[in-house]
Every structure is written in C-alpha cells, then in structure tokens.
C-alpha cells in the first residue's frame, strides 16, 4: 500500500517537472502557430524590414526591435559601469558604514516594483529631462534609460559583489604579503578571476532591460520610429505588445505582435543560453 | 439590550432607505436584477459608463459592472467575439462590422473631437491647413504658430482608437501622422499628456475637456458642447454602445437606462450632447 | 597608468555609490512626500464604511479596496497552483533527474525564468482566445486566467529555489536516514524538505512579492479599470499595479492621482515587506531567484 503511494507520488514529481517543460515549449509553439501566417510567403523578411503603418498594410517591427535595442543596450552602458563601481565600493574600497548602508539599499531595491519607476518616472523625471535638455517632450529613450537603470542595476550589484567575494582569499593575500594595497588586490587578483561573474551578471541585466515592459511603456513616449537620439520618443517590442495585442483578431496587426513575441523569445534564450555557455548553472545559482 | 439592537437596525435601515430614495427613479428597473455586465472599448465613454455602474452597483450590490478601455476597434471586435456584453465604441460600426456579428448600435450621446494643448500655450486657434503641417511634421516649432521657440510634441492615439479615425477623417481630411508623434492609450491619457507636456498637442473627446487642457478652435470654431451640439464644429461623432444582437435582460436594462432622462442628464453633465 | 587606474577606482565607485543612493533616495522621496497625505481609511474605502465593505454589502467606488482585494486574490491563487507543481518538479530535479534529463530540463527551465513577462502575458491571452473559439464561448480574460498565467511566470523561482536548497544539503545528511532503512521519498520528505526549508520559504516569498508587482501579465488577461471586488474564478478584477498605471495616464483630477500615489505607497510597502522577509528568512539569498525579466 505505502509502495504504491510513494510510487505515485514520485510520478507526480515527474509529471510537475514534464508539465513545466512542456509550458516553455508550448508558449513557443503558441507563439510560433499564431503568427506563422506572417512568416510564410517571403513575408518574413518584410517584418523585419518594413515600417508600422497598418493603415497602408505595412506591419513591420523594424522601429520596435530598434527601440527595443536601443533601450536596453543604452541601459547597460549606464548600469554597467555604475553597477561595477557600486559593488567594488561595497566588496573592496569601503568595508564600513557606506558599504553596509549601500548593500542594504541595492537589497531593498531588488523589491520595489516596476511600475513604481514608471510611476515616479511619468511626474518626476519626464518634466526634469524636458526642461534641462529642451528637446522634446522628455518621454524619451533617455528617461526610460535612467530609470531601467535603476531597475537593473541591483541585481547587477549583487551579481557582482557575490563573485569578487567567491575569488579564494589566499590568491590575494598573496599580494597582501608583499606590500600592495586592497586596491591593487583587487585590480590585478580579484577581478581576473570574476569575470564570468560579471559577464553572467551582464547578460542577465541585459536580459531584464530587453523584457521590461512597464518602464518603457510608461515613459519612452512609444513613438513608431526608429530613435535617431537619446531624446526621440521610441516603442520597444514589449509596449509594442502592450499598446496593439486587444486588435481584431484576425487581422495583420495582431498577428505581428506575435512576431514580436518571438523575438523577445529568441532574444532572451539567446542570453540564456550565453550565460549557460559561458558559466554553467553551477556558477550563477550559487 | 434589545432594544439598542433594534434602534441600530432601524436607523441602518433608514439610512439604507434613504439612500435608495436618493437613487430611485429610472434605476427602479435594476431593484430585483442579479448578475454581470462586462463592457469595454471607447475610452471616451468610461466617465460616463463608470458613473451609470456606480449607481446601479450601489443601488444594488448583486450586480456587478466591469468597465475596460482599449478603443473603439476593440470595444467592436471583443463583443463580436463575445468576450464582452458591450462594446462601445466613438465612430459608427462599419457595414461589414454589423454584417458579420450582428451588431445592434445604440448612439446615446453626440460628442466632438477638439484639438487641445496646454493651458501655458499661447495658441488658440489654427486653420485645417496649418492642422495638417502640425501633424504631418511639416510646422515643428510653436514659432511658426505664434508660440513659444520649442519644437512641438504630437500625442496621438492607435490604431483602434475611435477618436483617432475621427480625427483623422474629418479634421486632417486623412493627412499623415508624423512618425515621431508620441502613443497615448485613451482619451483620459491624452488628457493626462497634454496637461503634463507644456509644448504637447493632441486630441481629445470634448467631454473630456476641463482646465487642465485649453481647447484650440478649429478653423476659428471652439470645441465646444454648444458648438458641437448647433453643428457649427464640424469634428463631431456619435458615440455608441453596441450589442451582440438584441440585448436581453440586465444587458438591455443598462442600455436602456442611458436613455432614460436620468442616464441623459448624466451624459449632459460629464460633456456630452444627449441624444434626447 | 597603472598607478592612475589605482588612483581612479575607489573615487569612481565611491561616486557610483554616491549617484545610486541619491537617485533611489530621489526617487522613493518623491513617491512618499506626494503621497503621504493621500493614505488614509479614505484611500482605501472611499466613502463606504469600511465594515460594509468588507462583508460585500456595499462596493467601494473611489476607493483602493476591490484593487487590493484583487491583487491578494490574484496573488493567492498564482501562489496554489505554482507551489506544488514548482516543488514538486523542483524535487523531482534535485533527487531523482539525471543526466540527460536533467540537463534538458535545466535549459528548459532557465529559458522559462528568462522570458519576459509581457510574453507568458501574451501565451495567456492568446489560449483564452483559442478557448474561447474552440472550447466555449463563455471563457474570457479573468481572474483565473490571470492566476494561471502568473504562475507560469513564477514556477521557475520556486521550482529553482527548490532544487537549489535541496542540492546545498550536505551528503552525509542526505544519507543518514537511507542508511537507517527509510525509503527514498520518506528520506526526502521527513530530512531533506525540513533541512532546506529556509530557503524554499523565501524563494516562495519571492514568488509571492513578483506576482505583487507583476503588471505586463495581468495587462493581457483580464485585469479592467472597474470592475469592484471579484465575486468569482472568472470574473474580470481591478489589481493594485494596474491601477498604477492606468492612474499615472488617466487620472481625471489631483484627487484621483493622489489615490495614484497612496496605491504606489502601498504597493512598494507590501512588496518591501515581502524582500525584507526573504532576506531576513536566509541571510544569503540566492542571487538567481531575484533575476526577473
């Protein structure tokens, strides 16, 4: 009787871990069946090249995936850099009130909600970029940079923080020993060896930026056209998705935004796959 | 003991009476009803929808009125499909629209569509001809209107907006929409843009007008509910609450209440031009 | 220049540090100084009295009550279909996987926890739409759908929290109760699941503060701006983060955006709550269960 029970349940082990899988295939196959249409007949390379303008028959994500580029890579150029100097602030220059203060807020910071810095972005920073930059309305790439920059930078941090501190202690003593400063510890020991931390970290951030929705829907002004400057309004793929998906349908519109869908899909696995690639889970799930 | 139960009772059910009274009238109809309305689309006619749902929810707690936006388009296709009892929409269902769902229209209020930008703007007023420049991307500097020396920032609306088709029929005689203009989701957001953006321009339902948008005149007419009602402003629409068939049961009660006088006092009173 | 690279590190990442704390200090400081004045009974129940409100006798119209009351119900039930499937599978990963299997199932599941949400939003919207042609007419974008499509979302965490606190066991635990004559599932059951426990409770309490905040998912399916509390499984519901952003476009007056503000209050103060048990539960939390897209 016990036998049987525990054999069951272990089928139900099975089965939750099948049932799981089978979610992540089937999204894409949902995905994929839907917007094959646009996919069939040499119309795939229109997609990817033509303008959005429905009421002309053109239903190109072209200035989406461009938006959606431009935005989240942006992003990364500004948290990369500031994620990098949070962290060696926290994990080597200071070890005192700073570092702890600032750990604790990056920790806090993991929880506040995207919406909440569309929110604050939309009364806050809009009108300060639109009045300090006086080029356009100040929904723009720019403002949803900044605050998916904040957005990102957190986990980023903690990323970071979490490899220089997994380096063994004894590579750096050794520097310790003969004279040389925390700094020089840490430039020529600790970083050399983290840097499949800080590329995980990377590409996960980059990952994060690529599929935030709110942020960008809320404040990057979702103009349909490929942003020429950091002050030109821009629609990434997701708004993209949040603006059209209630459209007929059966129509060209609807179906385009499962193209968009798949591109977010490609473009996330991708990362994923070049984080496994580069440091196996082992590494990152620590 | 008792008796405080029962005075607490008794002035609980004389407040609840009282509230009833207050509500009583063309909302008697909903008194013994019990169920769901699902409406979405026009975004211009949600004040009103949510005011209508607030009094028959709170006149009787059984019923419950679901309001989402999203646009005219989808107010149409979703209670085509089903998904909703009704949806509304701000330009008539095309033929092939109510050919294929079977649609039944019900045009409750009259309503403009008036060019706004914001209070700090000096502009008032522009010809169709410099309408069309602004939007196409042509005039981009509020100089050239008059204005301040500050590039001008489009806000429009998409695709299945109702507004939008309206707009762009009748007040751009189907002119292009520069690429740069700025996406807002419904007539409340387009209100909300304007109101935040002192060089934005846009367009809105007249209804939804109040100070924290100024109303430009078009081609020297104002949108206003005078104007639109005389005819005299030419960006006019209906705006309309469409069924699946005929509408039965709590469904056709709510339809029928916004023409009662008590549901078109209430569209006069959020803007609109009643139909009555 | 190396000497320079020396000299420029710790004064480029004290103004890094420096630059974060404002902008968050900004930025939360502006939410609060806004909107304190909004919170309030008020905020919440409107004009009804708040008993009314709790025993449904009568619904609350300018007030945050039917939204917060749909971001629980929301969130409790993501959390009871994504518990014992994410558990379950999270075991069957850590104990019983091997190989080939395993691997595969790994990517599967990293692929999942990388997919933007407005896309599991999107998968949601679109099967209600199949079965709403194909299976009956009567199944729309409700509270359900949203539930399940949340779940989705967040399987991955718990299913990876799991296997993560049950592989951390050391081996000797993990074979003290087999050497005893316990069974494989017993083991896992009475040993391994008490022994990891911390760190499955805060993964889950993760899960519970991303559905919280979760806003592109719900967009798709179902959440309305009006709708009062939910009275069932498939009626469509007004959530807490929705009514963020449809205050932060639509507000009609200063009044309705104050509410705005008090909602944001509240929500960061449910979501704060949330991390701050998941740090305080395990010390160390692990890094890739707070990885969202």
């Known amino acids: ?286 | 003991m008792k008796t405080k139960l029962s005075v607490v009772i008794c002035i609980a059910a004389m407040a609840l009476s009282l509230c009833a009274a207050a509500f009583a009238g063309d909302l008697d109809a909903f008194k013994s009803e019990k169920g769901e309305i699902k409406i979405a689309g026009g975004t211009a006619h949600i004040p009103v929808m949510k005011e209508a749902a607030a009094r028959i929810m709170g006149l009787n707690p059984h019923i419950q009125i679901s309001i989402a936006g999203g646009g005219s388009g989808v107010g149409i296709k979703q209670v085509g499909e089903g998904l909703v009892d009704i949806g509304n929409s701000g330009r008539k269902a095309k033929d092939e629209e109510v050919s294929k769902y079977g649609l039944k229209m019900f045009k409750w209020a009259i309503d403009g569509v008036g060019i706004v930008v914001n209070p700090a703007n000096s502009v008032r007023s522009l010809t169709q001809e410099q309408l069309m420049a602004v939007f196409a991307g042509k005039i981009s500097n509020w100089k050239e209107l008059g204005g301040e020396d500050r590039g001008i920032n489009l806000y429009t609306r998409d695709e299945s907006s109702g507004t939008r088709a309206v707009f762009w029929k009748k007040a751009l005689s189907k002119g292009d929409i520069a690429s740069s203009a700025n996406f807002v989701v419904s007539n409340g957001a387009m209100k909300g843009a304007i109101s935040q953006d002192p060089y934005g321009i846009g367009y809105v339902s007249v209804g939804h007008i109040d100070e924290s948008v100024a109303p430009v005149a078009f081609n020297g007419v104002a949108p206003s509910l005078e104007n639109v009602k005389d005819g005299k402003y030419t960006i006019s629409r209906g705006l309309y609450s469409n069924t699946k068939g005929e509408p039965a049961g709590l469904v056709k009660k709510f339809i029928d209440y916004l023409f009662t006088d008590e549901g078109q006092e209430l569209v006069a009173r959020k803007g609109f031009v009643p139909v009555k | 220049m190396r000497k320079f690279v020396e000299k420029i590190v710790p004064l480029f990442s004290w103004m890094c540090g420096i630059v974060l704390l404002v902008a968050i200090a900004g930025v939360l400081g502006y939410l609060f100084l806004k909107g304190y004045r909004s919170l309030g009974l008020k905020l919440i129940f409107g004009t009804t009295p708040p008993l009314d409100a709790f025993l449904m006798r009568r619904p609350v119209f300018n007030g945050l009550f039917p939204a917060i009351v749909g971001t629980f119900s929301l969130v409790f039930l993501a959390i009871c279909w994504a518990i014992p499937v994410g558990m379950a599978a999270g075991i069957y990963l850590a104990e019983y996987a091997q190989g080939k299997t395993k691997q595969i199932l790994d990517l599967f599941f990293d692929v999942m926890a990388g997919l933007p949400s407005v896309v599991v939003g999107l998968f949601g919207f679109s099967v209600t739409v199949f079965l709403n042609r194909n299976l009956s007419g009567r199944i729309y974008p409700c509270l359900f759908i949203s539930s399940i499509a949340l779940a989705f979302l967040v399987l991955p965490y718990i299913i990876r929290t799991t296997q993560i606190a049950l592989e951390g066991l050391p081996g000797s635990l993990r074979m003290t109760a087999l050497a005893l004559g316990a069974s494989r599932l017993q083991n896992i059951v009475r040993v391994l699941l008490p022994q990891s426990l911390s760190g499955i409770i805060s993964g889950v309490i993760l899960a519970i503060g991303r559905c919280a905040e979760d806003t592109a998912v719900i967009m798709l399916t179902g959440v309305v701006a009006s709708a009062g509390v939910p009275r069932s499984l498939l009626s469509p519901y007004e959530a807490l983060p929705f009514y963020i952003y449809y205050i932060s476009s639509q507000y009609v007056d200063q009044e309705e955006l104050a509410t705005g503000y008090g909602a944001a209050i509240i929500l960061l103060f449910i979501c704060l709550v949330l991390f701050g048990l998941a740090f305080l539960i395990k010390k160390r939390v692990n890094l890739y269960s707070l990885y969202r897209a």
């Not at chain 1, 702890?100 to 300060?128: C, H």
């Not at chain 1, 930026?209 to 309004?233: E, K, Y």
Request: aromatic share 12%; hydrophobic share 55%.
């Open chain 1, 1 to 286: 009787m016990i036998r049987i029970n525990e054999k069951t349940i272990e089928k139900f082990f099975f089965l939750s871990a099948f049932f799981s899988a089978l979610v992540t295939c089937s999204i894409f196959a949902f995905l994929f069946v839907l917007g094959l249409p646009l996919f069939s007949g040499g119309r795939f390379f229109s997609i990817i090249t033509q303008p959005w303008a429905p009421h002309l028959g053109h239903f190109g994500i072209y200035p989406m995936i461009a938006g959606t580029l431009a935005v989240s890579l942006l992003t990364m150029v500004v948290a990369f850099p500031l994620s990098l100097g949070c962290a060696i602030l926290i994990s080597v220059v200071d070890r005192g009130k700073m570092s702890w203060l600032l750990r604790k807020t990056v920790e806090m910071m993991t929880g506040v909600p995207t919406v909440i810095y569309g929110f604050v972005g939309i009364f806050l920073l809009v009108p300060l970029v639109r009045e300090i930059f006086e080029a356009g309305s100040g929904m723009c790439v720019l403002s949803a940079v900044l605050m998916l920059t904040l957005l990102v930078s957190p986990t980023m941090i903690l990323f970071f923080c979490d490899s220089f501190e997994r380096v063994p202690r004894s590579y750096g003593d050794a520097v310790l020993a003969v004279g040389g400063t925390e700094i020089q510890k840490f430039l020529y020991v600790t970083l050399p060896h983290s840097w499949t931390g800080i590329v995980i970290g990377f590409t996960l951030s980059l990952g994060r930026a690529l599929g935030d929705t709110l942020v960008a829907l809320m404040i990057a002004g979702n103009a349909v056209q490929v942003p020429g400057s950091l002050f030109d309004s821009a629609r990434t793929l997701t708004s993209h998705i949040a603006l059209v998906f209630a459209a007929d349908y059966n129509s060209m519109e609807f179906k385009a935004i499962f193209a968009c869908g798949i591109f977010l899909y490609l473009f996330t696995t991708i990362l994923v796959c070049a984080v496994r690639l580069v440091g196996g889970r082992r590494k990152m799930a620590g």
